[in-house]
């Protein structure tokens, strides 16, 4: 996509149609990613596979929330249909990154009365994908702006401040391992992260 903010025009379909596509490709690529990670057949790239993954729908996202206020065709929101099982999804990457999965997290950096929880890696990634699930759902069934108005939506309200906070767990896991600081914890993220190949 260009720099150029998209902006409304009298056929908001076909203004959105090109970076529509694009957000949807970007989706697609993330979802079928950690399909593909969770399923554990390379389980010592997990956190270089997710940190990179993460990274890059955090760009989506970031795009997402660059352009005005995408406003959908109906009042009210379409139903895309019963919501997506993540359960599998969220088991398969509990148990790869288990005992590193949980993390702490400061609720709102802007806030910081709200004070700091602790979050999983495996939650978090479960969410992020029923969220963009659903948009693809709009999608699919032809609804662009709807798809558009619910990614943007959510990722203001929900999977941006999520994917936001794994992004900054996985780092901090990779961090450690590469500097070696150690402790237990980290150990065992270390045994099980091995460098992936620069060309990913």
């Given at each position: 996509?260009?720099?150029?903010?998209?902006?409304?025009?009298?056929?908001?379909?076909?203004?959105?149609g090109d970076f529509a596509?694009?957000?949807?490709?970007?989706?697609?690529?993330?979802?079928?990613?950690?399909?593909?990670?969770?399923?554990?057949?390379?389980?010592?790239?997990?956190?270089?596979?997710?940190?990179?993954?993460?990274?890059?729908?955090?760009?989506?996202?970031?795009?997402?929330?660059?352009?005005?206020?995408?406003?959908?065709?109906?009042?009210?929101?379409?139903?895309?249909?019963?919501?997506?099982?993540?359960?599998?999804?969220?088991?398969?990457?509990?148990?790869?990154?288990?005992?590193?999965?949980?993390?702490?997290?400061?609720?709102?950096?802007?806030?910081?009365?709200?004070?700091?929880?602790?979050?999983?890696?495996?939650?978090?990634?479960?969410?992020?994908?029923?969220?963009?699930?659903?948009?693809?759902?709009?999608?699919?069934?032809?609804?662009?702006?709807?798809?558009?108005?619910?990614?943007?939506?959510?990722?203001?309200?929900?999977?941006?401040?999520?994917?936001?906070?794994?992004?900054?767990?996985?780092?901090?896991l990779i961090a450690h391992?590469?500097?070696?600081?150690?402790?237990?914890?980290?150990?065992?993220?270390?045994?099980?992260l091995l460098p992936v190949?620069?060309?990913?």
């Amino acid at each position: 996509m260009s720099s150029a903010v998209a902006r409304p025009a009298d056929d908001p379909a076909a203004e959105y149609g090109d970076f529509a596509a694009e957000i949807a490709d970007q989706i697609e690529s993330f979802l079928l990613a950690v399909r593909e990670i969770a399923r554990g057949a390379d389980p010592g790239s997990t956190l270089s596979l997710l940190l990179l993954e993460v990274s890059q729908l955090c760009l989506a996202g970031g795009r997402l929330g660059a352009i005005s206020d995408v406003v959908p065709d109906e009042r009210f929101e379409p139903d895309a249909g019963p919501d997506a099982d993540v359960d599998e999804l969220r088991l398969r990457i509990a148990a790869l990154l288990e005992p590193v999965d949980g993390y702490v997290e400061v609720v709102d950096p802007v806030d910081p009365e709200r004070g700091a929880t602790g979050f999983r890696l495996s939650d978090d990634l479960a969410s992020i994908a029923q969220d963009l699930l659903h948009g693809l759902s709009h999608y699919k069934d032809g609804r662009v702006i709807e798809a558009l108005w619910w990614w943007q939506f959510s990722y203001l309200s929900s999977w941006g401040s999520t994917a936001g906070s794994a992004l900054r767990a996985l780092h901090s896991l990779i961090a450690h391992t590469r500097l070696d600081h150690h402790d237990e914890r980290i150990e065992v993220a270390q045994e099980a992260l091995l460098p992936v190949e620069a060309e990913l």
